[in-house]
């Protein structure tokens, strides 16, 4: 919501007292005797999660609050005429129990998707894609961080061909050697990650021209 008010003027965003962190009441406000579709089947105060520094010194234009909390008179607003709303707290959160409807209430009522997204469809449609994007010969190199966007990127990969799965493997065992003898006995300060990143990048442009 912040980033949203500071782009439209910098004056609407100033920095907080103190730092807002964990649960709070909001509280959906009565517009025309009802709440906003944001918030429908949401209208009693509800516990969610904040954690922020900044607020809203005022709204940015064209703007309403449709929730506020006890620490903030801005927790939600939307635009008047366009499908544009800010939330200053977390509701994709575990924190914030009821924060499924509310992002149910975004993406289907107000965006107008359709719940007709599958795990298996999408994999299907992503491993035809890399298939006509690499095409018949195409080689690909990747590089497994553990995080989730490299890991994904890889079980694709593994779908499509098995070769290219042990080249990752071999390429991260590698990798993991070289760690491994940066930080023997020593804790990583700069200079020592700076060299890390250094060697790894090296093995990845060599591994390039398999």
């Known amino acids: 919501m912040q980033e949203l008010a500071y782009r439209a003027s ?34 009693e105060p509800m516990r969610v ?10 709204l940015p234009e064209g703007f309403h609050t449709v929730a506020t909390s006890d620490n903030s008179e801005y927790a939600a607003i939307a635009h008047s005429t366009k499908p544009i709303y800010g939330l200053q707290f977390h509701p994709e959160v575990t924190h914030t129990p009821k924060g499924t409807k509310l992002l149910e209430n975004f993406a289907l009522g107000i965006c107008g998707s359709k719940q007709t997204w599958t795990m298996s469809a999408f994999m299907g449609q992503e491993i035809e894609r890399i298939r006509k994007l690499v095409g018949e010969k195409g080689q690909v ?10 890991t994904v990127a890889a079980k694709l990969m593994v779908c499509i061909s098995d070769v290219l799965y042990h080249s990752l493997s071999c390429l991260a065992c590698v990798l993991l050697k070289i760690y491994l003898h940066f930080l023997q006995g020593k804790n990583a300060n700069t200079r020592q990650k700076e060299a890390i990143g250094s060697r ?11």
Do not use: C
């Open 10 to 43: 910098p004056d609407n965003v100033i920095a907080g007292t103190h730092r807002e962190y964990g649960h709070a009441t909001l509280k959906p406000q009565m517009i025309n005797s009802h709440v906003d579709r944001l918030f429908q089947g949401l209208e």
């Open 49 to 58: 999660w904040m954690s922020h520094g900044d607020k809203l010194a005022k």
């Open 141 to 150: 190199l990747g590089a497994v961080s553990g995080g989730v966007d490299s």
């Open 200 to 210: 790894f990048w090296a093995v990845l442009v060599n591994s390039m021209y398999f």
